[in-house]
């Protein structure tokens, strides 16, 4: 890679680029001064990694031991860097070099899945032992057993998804207590929440406000991940089966996903597509955090894999791109509550027998917890919801479930097992409530 381009990439970030007002995000504590490990920070394009990436360097340069000169940051999907390869790694470095009199000390590698061999580069890097290495990716492959493995010792991750409701309530400087839960004032909290449901947790969705503007900028996210996220990356030939694919998860979120019975509905209008192709999309998907796929519980690995996966938005703002949300606000509700326990880092999976269960929580060996989710419990869905929750909590051996909802709260009981119901938007602000 020509020296210019590389110089020109590390000039504008020492002179030119300075750090924006940000939001604290709602992950555990980073002192970038004190990293042992590299540090990865994953999750889905747009979700606040480069921000976060920009927090920890406010961090180091308010400490005063650190200026700009110590610290590099590189997008690596800058356009001047189309067609970076390992080698030219220490090229970027000289060049840095030159135009500060020193080595960085701290290197900030921005979606960094975009560097051939990135795992042997950062492993390299961190041999030297001379740098603190933090880096961002867009792709799920950055979480993966095979990078722990390859980066073994050397190598911690955090999961950087759109805002939290905690960290959207913070974003529009709305206060809350456990008190505030008991008084008028939780109304605003439940407006909030509402917006927050319909258009999601992307920043610069929430910062927009106006739903015309949300939508067309939750558009282009979608068209991005599209495109360059599994078009280009995965060198994808089957274009209008992927478009097909990610068409038909925006209008059945929160529901089973069948390979088959999608292979037959891509036949029905004569698009041919097979199962191995069918299923390599979904995964790929997953990998781009499109999606959240949840396995049927079972005990045996071969039997959940056997069983249709219930696929859920990586946010909720997506389903604006499909139906009315009149229309879907149930399953809306259930995926803000998917993405919540993916966020919490629960394994998680559904229940199906002769009834069905929305969440099963997994810790270690045995399921801990399991939860149901609906609008509102009517005369008309009560007995179906508890009985999917009691069935579950039955067959598992569990001694509580809770059903969560829009607005509602109590108790119930079933065949004797106590049952919670709880808001959705209580059970996301409860633990940092004080």
């Keep these: 890679m020509e020296r210019d381009s590389l110089l020109?990439?590390?000039?504008?970030?020492?002179?030119?680029?300075?750090?924006?007002?940000?939001?604290?995000?709602?992950?555990?504590?980073?002192?970038?001064?004190?990293?042992?490990?590299?540090?990865?920070?994953?999750?889905?394009?747009?979700?606040?990694?480069?921000?976060?990436?920009?927090?920890?360097?406010?961090?180091?340069?308010?400490?005063?031991?650190?200026?700009?000169?110590?610290?590099l940051f590189v997008d690596f999907e800058d356009y001047r860097l189309s067609g970076f390869l390992a080698e030219d790694v220490d090229e970027l470095l000289a060049a840095f070099q030159q135009l500060t009199g020193q080595y960085p000390r701290f290197l900030f590698f921005d979606e960094v899945q975009h560097i051939p061999e990135w795992g042997q580069v950062l492993r390299t890097l961190h041999n030297r032992r001379r740098f603190k290495i933090i880096v961002s990716g867009s792709n799920s492959q950055l979480l993966s057993q095979e990078v722990a493995t390859e980066l073994r010792g050397r190598y911690e991750d955090i999961r950087m998804l759109p805002f939290s409701f905690v960290e959207y309530l913070r974003y529009r400087e709305i206060s809350y207590s456990l008190a505030t839960f008991h008084t008028p004032a939780r109304g605003k909290i439940v407006a909030a929440f509402e917006?927050?449901?319909?258009?999601?947790?992307?920043?610069?969705?929430?910062?927009?406000?106006?739903?015309?503007k949300m939508r067309k900028l939750l558009q282009s996210y979608f068209h991005t991940i599209f495109y360059r996220d599994i078009l280009e990356r995965y060198h994808i030939k089957a274009r209008y089966v992927l478009d097909a694919l990610m068409r038909e998860i925006l209008e059945a979120f929160s529901e089973t996903f069948s390979i088959g019975q999608f292979e037959k509905q891509l036949k029905n209008n004569d698009l041919p597509g097979s199962k191995r192709t069918i299923a390599n999309y979904l995964h790929y998907l997953q990998e781009a955090f499109f999606i959240i796929a949840n396995d049927k519980f079972a005990y045996s690995p071969r039997r959940r894999i056997m069983n249709p996966k219930k696929v859920y938005l990586m946010d909720t703002g997506l389903?604006?791109?499909?139906?009315?949300?009149?229309?879907?606000?149930?399953?809306?509700?259930?995926?803000?509550?998917?993405?919540?326990l993916y966020?919490?880092?629960?394994?998680?999976?559904?229940?199906?027998?002769?009834?069905?269960?929305?969440?099963?929580?997994?810790?270690?060996?045995?399921?801990?917890?399991?939860?149901?989710?609906?609008?509102?419990?009517?005369?008309?869905?009560?007995?179906?919801?508890?009985a999917g929750l009691a069935e579950a909590l039955r067959t598992l051996e569990l001694t509580t479930g809770t059903i969560l909802t829009f607005a509602q709260a109590g108790e119930r009981e079933m065949a004797g097992q106590a049952i919670q119901v709880q808001p959705v938007w209580r059970w996301l602000l409860d633990e940092n409530a004080e």
């Design 8 to 71: 020109a990439v590390v000039a504008e970030w020492l002179e030119e680029i300075t750090l924006p007002p940000l939001v604290q995000r709602q992950v555990f504590p980073v002192d970038p001064d004190h990293l042992k490990h590299i540090l990865a920070i994953v999750g889905p394009r747009r979700a606040g990694k480069t921000y976060f990436m920009y927090q920890l360097i406010q961090s180091l340069l308010d400490t005063g031991n650190w200026a700009k000169h110590d610290i």
């Design 195 to 212: 917006e927050y449901l319909k258009y999601g947790g992307f920043p610069e969705v929430v910062m927009l406000r106006a739903p015309s």
């Design 319 to 340: 389903a604006a791109l499909g139906r009315p949300f009149s229309e879907n606000r149930g399953k809306v509700l259930e995926n803000l509550v998917a993405i919540e």
């Design 343 to 386: 966020r919490r880092g629960q394994e998680t999976y559904y229940f199906k027998n002769r009834n069905e269960c929305d969440f099963i929580v997994k810790a270690g060996p045995r399921p801990t917890e399991a939860i149901q989710v609906c609008w509102k419990l009517t005369p008309r869905n009560e007995k179906r919801e508890l």
